[in-house]
């Protein structure tokens, strides 16, 4: 049993998942397209190293301006990795 006690451990548990399609996300043609496991926390960690580059910190807020789309999660779990926190900004 994995054990769950912050959402950072979501990240690991979903990296050891091994899945083809952790994520679906639909293209502008309407097409449905997995993204996998490997791919999503290779995002994440990606951007979480660019976040640091920017001189981001343990710390500091990243604003999110979006509505509802796949990269949400990533921009939220790279901020978490970093130990930032996200500030949510919902489109009117």
Known sequence: ????DTLIDVIALVSVSKRHR??????PSGNW???????????????????????????????????NRWEWPVVD????????ADVPIYPP
């Open 1 to 4: 049993m994995f054990k769950l």
């Open 77 to 84: 779990f790279a901020t978490l990795v970093l130990g930032a």
């Open 22 to 27: 952790a994520v679906l996300w639909q293209d």
């Open 33 to 67: 397209l997995p993204i996998s496991s490997d791919d999503l926390v290779a995002r994440v960690y990606t951007l979480a190293n660019a976040f640091r580059t920017w001189g981001i910190l343990k710390g500091d807020r990243i604003a999110i301006l979006s509505e």
